[in-house]
């Protein structure tokens, strides 16, 4: 409700109370103006809404709207009429008072759409149950079928409501709606038989030409166009873009079925309706006596069938009228005019009774039914939605009808408003001020008063036998009441108010201002006659509707029936008596404009309005008082930041609390008053200083938080991460222990295994020295793996333990054997032959001869001697055979030992001794009987020769610095591996004739070969360090 500077610029105030100029009309419109350019329709007179028609759709109505307003209090939220309509629901609730909301405004304003939007807010946020639902249903479906009814097109609005409203809401102990009331008030029954132009008949017939199936109109005997009848054309609009009456008449059908319309009743409902049209058909022709005959057959043919009554009847009573004089019935025939009124007449009382009987059949289908006894009453809300104020160029007797009822509300509306301020302020113990206020009593007695009152004179002037007239009527008006305050006629004004009066007029000075009403059709429209042989002939009715309608008693009762003024008046008295009995809310309704526009806000329209609406009055007396209250609670709560004191909170009395903040802020005695549950502001200019220091507070109010709150945020974040990181510490710390413990674990039985092991090691295979077995095994084939032998020379091997000793050698082997496999697969065939060189002298020294192991690393040569070396004779005496190999050598003669040089040239097949270019001795191999050679290191050797080969002169005694190499080819050339032979001491050879010779040999430091005493050759061979 109170809102900052700024906001007030722009928007205005959310209620009039605080307009500083409260007594100003322009300062209120000029708040209106704003809201409204603002789209906000709803501002509050204290807990009057006053509403301005958008014209629009504000998608201010939806669920979560009324969610908003659920509850919460009126001042928390912006004006709505979901505000007014839960305030009303809460306080029935909660004080179980019947409460009613009296919507009014003029035609346009918006009044059927807040009561609309009312029955929906309590339907969608009161609780339900099954059988809520269909009541629910029935109450939401009543307007569709009551706005077919009793609504019509007009110039102002649409869908005008052409009847008033009342109607009650019943709820249930826990707040459920359960049933429902209306009261219907002065339908505009004339329209049924006139529309002015522009305007149109009730909705219903045009939704049954439209939107009836084919078979519907057929057997009711009607057109699919309006045109044809007489009741449909005089405003000469059947069409308006804005109706669609065809969808309309689905949704009339539909809703009559849920109200609980059974088919035939519906069938009846739409014989009525289409025999009315049927009626404004009918036409009449004059005879020359000035007597009216029916020209139109076939609509009373229909008649007859739609009504269930008798053709003949029918016409009869439709040309005369029956008039009983001194018991005696009298029939006289009706001349054209009167024929085609009477015709009217029945058409209005046909219509007029069959939406009575509509309002009371809703009325049983939203019976409540379990309503046993007056002690289980159930609580009520009424809404009200009836016509406000109306001032037209010609106002007539309905306008007069309609003032008239709005002047009750407003005695009634001040009453209860000054009552309320009254209550409210001895509530509070505060005195109270008179607040000056016109009472409109004076006029309402002035209409209503027995004998002396307007409806009184009317009626007298309707019973009063003998030409009674209109002017009559007006006549006895200025005698009677002519001298009232309030009332004047063209004769009694001044000449300044006749200028502007008819002869026919008389004015009343309503409290909204004055009206002049034009007494043509007073009586008629007072009277409201239906012949009594028509009633007669409705009370034989078939159409079960009908019959409820046309009750035949009252064809007995002989008593004139009450005149439509006194009628009115009597409901009026009824609802004002309803009314009083609750709890009041007002809605006041504002058009902006006569065109039906959206946005457009017509100043001229709107101050008629507010003036009509008695707003500004409802202001003052609102205002008279205090412009402000509100309980100490909700005060504080708002304004507490204000005051240090009172910051952040108050913790003794809240009256306490509300006077040191008004203290505090510097409030003035005069400017407020302190009761016993609320303060009370005087004027809105201190709300406002409190208001607008408030706004400025908050922006300091609102960092001070906003760091608070960062820094209480931050530190819960903080603290929460500390914690998290000491629990994942504290777990992280326990998880590594836990690790660690089982790592010692591991290694204490790995030792304990491995000791085990080590002392079971020389048992069998055990499970206690499994472990220790295995990783024995395993240890040293990772160390075999890593230390095995580069070369095949490289005997080294790891020492296996005893229990892979086998499988060591075995391994050893296969890997020699592997290494020797890939060292044999790598070599070339030279060396190849090298190595069997060497290897047949291994064979033949290996362990005999002394200077073997020195010949070992030496490579044997292919040859010693080159071709250039051996005289080109020999080689040419060799002829094809192939020279193996050639070595120099020294020859020692058989005889005196003399040593001689020589070439040894080894053939494909000999041996051959070369002295330069001279064959000296050639030893075929077959003839080579043996080689002798000692074991010492010198090089001598001997060939043997057989001794019978006379062409061979014995032995050969050679000495070679290459032996081993020598020697080694001589055996593979004559392939005498095995006739080469080791001697220890000496070697005998034969040196022809059968003479032997001896070669000894000795160890000496060097070497020494020279024929001895004993004629033996000497060998003294070096002495190696090897041996
Ligand atoms: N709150 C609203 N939002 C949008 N449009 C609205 C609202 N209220 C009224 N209207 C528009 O104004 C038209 C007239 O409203 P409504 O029928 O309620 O007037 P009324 O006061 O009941 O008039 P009457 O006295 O002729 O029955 C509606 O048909 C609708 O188009
Ligand atoms: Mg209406």
Known sequence: MESALTARDRVGVQDFVLLENHTSEAAFIENLRKRFK????????GSVLVSVNPYKDLEIYTKNHMERYRGVNFYEVSP????????????????????????????????????????????????????????????????????????????????????????????????????????????EKSRV????????????????????????????????????????????CPKVSSINDRSDWKVVRKALSVIGFSEDEVEELLNIIASVLHLGNIQYGGEDSGNAYITTDTQIKYLARLLGVDGLVLKEALTHKTIIAKGEELKSPLNLEQASSARDALSKAVYGRTFTWLVNKINVSLAYKFFISAVLT??????????????????????????????????????????????????????WEPVQYFNNKIICDLVEEKFKGIISILDEECLRPGDASDITFLEKLENTVGGHAHLTTHKLADGKTRKVMGREEFRLLH???????????????????????????????????????????????????????????????????ILMSKEPS?????????????????????????????????LRVRRAGFAYRRHYETFLQRYKSLCPETWPSWQGKLADGVSTLVKHLGYKPEEYKLGRSKIFIRFPKTLFATEDALETRKHSLASKLQSSWKGYSQKTKYRKLRSSAVVVQAW????????????????????????????????????????????????????????LPKSVLDKSWPTAPTALIEASEQLRKLYMQNMVWGYCKRINPEWKHQLEQKMVASEIFK?????????????????????????????????????????????????????????????????????????????????????????????????????????????????????????????????????????????????????????????????????????????????????
């Open 732 to 787: 992280w710390r326990g998880i590594l222990a836990c690790r660690r413990a089982q790592r010692k674990r591991q290694a204490a039985n790995t030792i304990r295994r491995f000791i085990k092991g080590f002392i079971y090691r020389h048992n069998e295979r055990c499970p206690e020295n499994e472990y220790f077995l295995d990783y024995v095994r395993y240890s040293f084939l990772m160390k075999l793996r890593r230390n």
């Open 511 to 577: 409290y909204a201002g004055e009206v002049n009403y034009n007494v043509n059709g007073f009586l008629d429209k007072n009277n409201d006659l239906l012949f009594r042989n028509l009633k007669e002939v409705m009370c034989m009715s078939d159409n079960k509707i009908l019959t409820q309608c046309f009750d035949r008693a009252e064809l007995k009762d002989s008593k004139r029936p009450e005149t439509a003024a006194t009628q009115f008046k009597t409901s009026l008295a009824k609802l004002m008596e």
């Open 586 to 618: 007002y809605v006041r309704c504002i058009k902006p404009n006569d065109a039906k526009q959206a946005g457009r806000f017509d100043d001229v329209l709107i101050r008629h309005q507010v003036k009509y609406l008695g707003l500004m009055e409802n």
């Open 847 to 1027: 362990n005999k001869k002394d200077n073997y192991p020195q010949s070992v690393p030496k490579l044997f040569m292919g040859t010693r001697l080159n071709g250039e070396e051996i005289n080109p004779k020999v080689l040419q005496s060799l002829g094809s055979e192939t020279m193996k190999y050639a070595v120099p050598v020294t020859k020692y003669d058989r005889k005196g030992y003399k040593a001689r040089p020589r070439q040894l040239l080894l053939t494909s097949n000999c041996a051959v001794i070369v002295e330069e270019a001279k064959l000296k001795q050639r030893i075929d191999y077959a003839a080579l009987k043996g080689i002798s050679v000692s074991s010492l290191s010198d090089g001598v050797f001997v060939l043997h020769v057989p001794t019978e080969d006379k062409k061979q002169k014995g032995d050969v005694v050679l000495q070679s610095d290459h032996i081993i190499e020598t020697l080694t080819k001589v055996a593979i050339c004559a392939d005498k591996v095995n006739s080469i032979n080791i001697n220890q001491g000496s070697i005998t050879f034969t040196m022809g004739q059968g003479k032997e010779g001896i070669i000894d040999f000795t160890s000496g430091s060097e070497l020494l070969v020279a024929k001895a005493k004993n004629g033996h050759l000497s060998v003294t061979a070096p002495r190696l360090n090897s041996r």
């Open 378 to 431: 159930v609580p009520f809300i009424g809404l009200l939605d009836i016509y406000g104020f109306e001032v037209f160029q010609h106002n007539s007797f309905e306008q007069f009808c309609i003032n008239y009822c709005n002047e009750k509300l407003q005695q009634l509306f001040i009453e209860l408003t000054l009552k309320s301020e009254q209550d409210e302020y001895e509530a509070e113990g505060i005195t």
């Open 193 to 236: 038989v006139h529309q002015n132009h522009g305007e149109r008949n009730f909705h219903i017939f045009y939704q049954l030409i439209e939107g009836g199936e084919e078979d519907l109109l057929r057997r009711l005997g009607l057109e699919r166009n309006p045109q044809q009848y007489q009741y449909l054309v005089k405003g000469n």
């Open 80 to 187: 709505h009429v979901y505000a007014v309509s839960d305030n009303s629901y809460r306080s029935m609730r909660t004080e179980r008072k019947d409460q009613c909301i009296l919507i009014s405004g003029e035609s346009g304003a918006g009044k059927t759409e807040a009561s609309k939007k009312i029955l929906q807010y309590y339907a969608v946020t009161c609780p339900a149950s099954d059988q809520v639902e269909t009541v629910k249903d029935r109450l939401l479906q009543s307007n569709p079928v009551l706005e077919a009814f009793g609504n019509a097109k007009t110039l102002r609005n649409d869908n005008s409501s052409r009847f008033g409203k009342y109607m009650d809401i019943q709820f249930d102990f826990k707040g459920a709606p359960v049933g429902g009331h209306i009261l219907n008030y002065l339908l």
């Open 38 to 45: 603002e789209n906000l329709i709803y501002t509050y007179i």
